[in-house]
Structures are given as structure tokens and as C-alpha cells.
């Protein structure tokens, strides 16, 4: 394999969500796009009033108080299977979600702010159809049992649960908005096939008082085989 074979990374992020109230009715197309959340899809598809219109508010407060399920069917490029690293990367989930792939559950999430990136060379199919399945618990409601199970702290304003959520504090309702309980992939799923790939790079400039710098640069680096690189840093704004 040559080094350019090696360093090859085949990725895409999933499009085109399906989403239903969890084990109810049929499935319904979510908005365009990679990215979504319950709100927008029911508005999109007029199964919802305007929340910020009048006081529709009150007429979706249901949402929030109800599980959510969302799907996705993919292919992976066949030329993939060559590779030997195989993640899909959930950017973001609101909040509280199971993840199922190809049957099979790969993920528990509890926090809507991370990123996580889960190993799936072990079920994940080539030229073939996947199905990935997400089920969105009600925060609302898995933020109520997490306060009875550790006691009641005060907040300035509404629902107190929401301390007990890593999630929008706003989705609960501020001074400026509705209280808007959502759910959902709301950032980019990625399927990405990769033998080595530098995962996370940190940079650390040190300047003396004589003005000599120096760079210092960390990197993680996931790698399937050994290799020898050599990196030539360049300033851009020297004319080589």
C-alpha cells in the first residue's frame, strides 16, 4: 500500500432524516438538510402551529413531553471496506438518545454539547444498505427523575429539572423565547472510513523578549500501520 493509499479517508454525513413519535404512526420526512430537531420537522410538515405566533406556545408544550425516533438509510462505498478504521461521528444529539445500527446498539447519550465518535467496523455493511435508528427520550421528563433522584436546586427561572440537563437552557424557556422542549440529530452525523487520520491538532506559540519564537505542536493521531513522515512548516508570508 503507498503512503497516499495509507493516509485516504472516505467520509460522508448523513442526509435526509426520517422521524415519527417513538413506536407511533408512519415515518415523515424531515426538512432538507443534514442537521435537524422535532420542532422544525412538525412545523415543516404543519403538524404544529407556529410556536412563536399568538399562544401557540401552549398548543406544543405536548412535544417536549413525548419520545421521538429518527432513521436514516445509507450506503457505504464498497471501496471503503479496503480501509481498516471505520467511525460515524455524531457532531450533536439533543439530549437523551439511543442509537441503534443495523439493529444493533452502539451509543447512550445524555448530553446534548459533546461529540461522539463510535467504533463500528464490526457491523457497519459495504455496498449495502445501513440502517441507523435514534431514539430521543423526553428531557423534560428524564430531567424530573433525575431531580427526584438527587433533590431539588433553585434556578432563577422556570422548570428546576433543567439543572439536571446538559442541554440549551433556553429550550425551557427564557425571557426573550417559548419554551421549546426539542429533540433531535441537531448537528451533522459523518460515516468516516480511514486507515490513519490526525484527529486533533494543538498549537503553542512562545515568543521571548528578544522576539525569538518557537511553534510547539500536538497532535493525536489514530493510525492502523506505523510510518515515517517528515513535516516542513512554512510562514505564508515569506516568499520562498
Known amino acids: 500500500m503507498t503512503m497516499l493509499e495509507n493516509l485516504s479517508t472516505i467520509e460522508q454525513t448523513l442526509k435526509n432524516w426520517k422521524y415519527r413519535q417513538n413506536n407511533v404512526g408512519d415515518w415523515k420526512c424531515s426538512r432538507v438538510g443534514c442537521a435537524t430537531e422535532i420542532f422544525a420537522d412538525l412545523l415543516e410538515n404543519k403538524e404544529i402551529p407556529d410556536p412563536f405566533i399568538d399562544l401557540n406556545e401552549k398548543e406544543v408544550q405536548w412535544v417536549g413531553e413525548k419520545d421521538w425516533e429518527y432513521k436514516n438509510e445509507f450506503q ?60 430521543f427520550r423526553s428531557a423534560l421528563l428524564e430531567g424530573r427523575n433525575l431531580e427526584k433522584e438527587v433533590g431539588k436546586l433553585k434556578c432563577f427561572n422556570g422548570e428546576t429539572s433543567r439543572l439536571q440537563v446538559r442541554k440549551a437552557q433556553y429550550h425551557y424557556g427564557w425571557d426573550w423565547g417559548p419554551i421549546l422542549m426539542s429533540c433531535g440529530p441537531w448537528k451533522p452525523v459523518r460515516v468516516v472510513s480511514y486507515n490513519n487520520i490526525i484527529q486533533d491538532v494543538y498549537v503553542k506559540t512562545n515568543v521571548t523578549e528578544k522576539l525569538q519564537a518557537s511553534i510547539d505542536i500536538l497532535t493525536e493521531v489514530k493510525i492502523a500501520n506505523s510510518e515515517n513522515l517528515s513535516i516542513e512548516i512554512q510562514d505564508p508570508m515569506v516568499i520562498i
Not at 437523551?96 to 463510535?118: C, D, P, Q, W
Open 76 to 135: 457505504v462505498d464498497i471501496n471503503a471496506a479496503r480501509l481498516k478504521q471505520h467511525q460515524i461521528i455524531f457532531e450533536g444529539l439533543d439530549t437523551f438518545a439511543t442509537v441503534f445500527l443495523n439493529g444493533k446498539k452502539i451509543l447512550e447519550s445524555n448530553n446534548m454539547f459533546r461529540t461522539y465518535k463510535v467504533d463500528v467496523k464490526k457491523i457497519i455493511k459495504f455496498g449495502e444498505t445501513n440502517n441507523i435508528t435514534i431514539v
